[in-house]
T-cell receptor, first 114, second 112 residues
Framework: ETGVTQSPTHLIKTRGQQVTLRCSSQSGHNTVSWYQQALGQGPQFIFQYYREEENGRGNFPPRFSGLQFPNYSSELNVNALELDDSALYLC?????????????FGQGTRLTVV | QKEVEQDPGPLSVPEGAIVSLNCTYSNSAFQYFMWYRQYSRKGPELLMYTYSSGNKEDGRFTAQVDKSSKYISLFIRDSQPSDSATYLCAMERGTGFQKLVFGTGTRLLVSP
């Protein structure tokens, strides 16, 4: 167990709706990164939050947004859901911006868009 | 061309076999190399973490990095049915923000 927890574990949404996914980082970690893993693929980097600021972003549209709170937990919000957004969403917890440090993943939230 | 290439498998071996899993990459800026194990419908679990070239051993697992060839490997000795999972290689530059770049994962099946 990594100590990184995500909620909910499963979610079904309708195309066009909005969704919020949550992540609690490992104790002592101040950095949370979000990844999208489509079926049969490796995780793809969405963005990273370090000390409540977005610290870097991958190739995802602006309808993917996030927050980090003072306790370093984080949210991923996706607006205007599309069918291709169906995937396992993973958060990873690390220390001090994460550069060159170990990243530990939660169990993921499986999002299905119908 | 993807930055990280990994054979998706599946790779089927009998219990007790030595397993070799590999990734190649194109970005010479990568400095940190990781192997994650992912069971079905679960998050990735960090197995091995190495910096630059060389070998690292942890129990039945050995990770090798050859930066000159842009090639990394994970060896599993005395494989067990419980090792059946998808193995993901990942790497990062170690500068700027942490952005792990993953391979597609290799599915390993160890039969009793």
């Amino acid at each position: 167990e990594t100590g990184v927890t995500q909620s909910p574990t499963h979610l079904i949404k309708t195309r066009g709706q909005q969704v919020t996914l949550r992540c609690s980082s490992q104790s002592g970690h101040n950095t949370v990164s979000w990844y999208q893993q489509a079926l049969g693929q490796g995780p793809q980097f969405i963005f990273q939050y370090y000390r409540e600021e977005e610290n870097g972003r991958g190739n995802f549209p602006p309808r993917f947004s996030g927050l980090q709170f003072p306790n370093y937990s984080s949210e991923l919000n996706v607006n205007a859901l599309e069918l291709d957004d169906s995937a396992l969403y993973l958060c990873a917890s690390s220390l001090d911006g994460g550069r060159g440090t170990e990243a530990f993943f939660g169990q993921g939230t499986r999002l299905t868009v119908v | 061309q993807k930055e990280v290439e990994q054979d998706p498998g599946p790779l089927s071996v009998p219990e007790g076999a030595i397993v070799s899993l590999n990734c190649t990459y194109s970005n010479s800026a990568f400095q940190y190399f990781m192997w994650y194990r992912q069971y079905s419908r679960k998050g990735p679990e960090l197995l091995m973490y190495t910096y630059s070239s060389g070998n690292k051993e942890d129990g039945r697992f050995t990770a090798q990095v050859d930066k000159s060839s842009k090639y990394i490997s994970l060896f599993i000795r005395d494989s067990q049915p419980s090792d059946s999972a998808t193995y993901l290689c990942a790497m990062e530059r170690g500068t700027g923000f942490q952005k792990l770049v993953f391979g597609t994962g290799t599915r390993l099946l160890v039969s009793p």
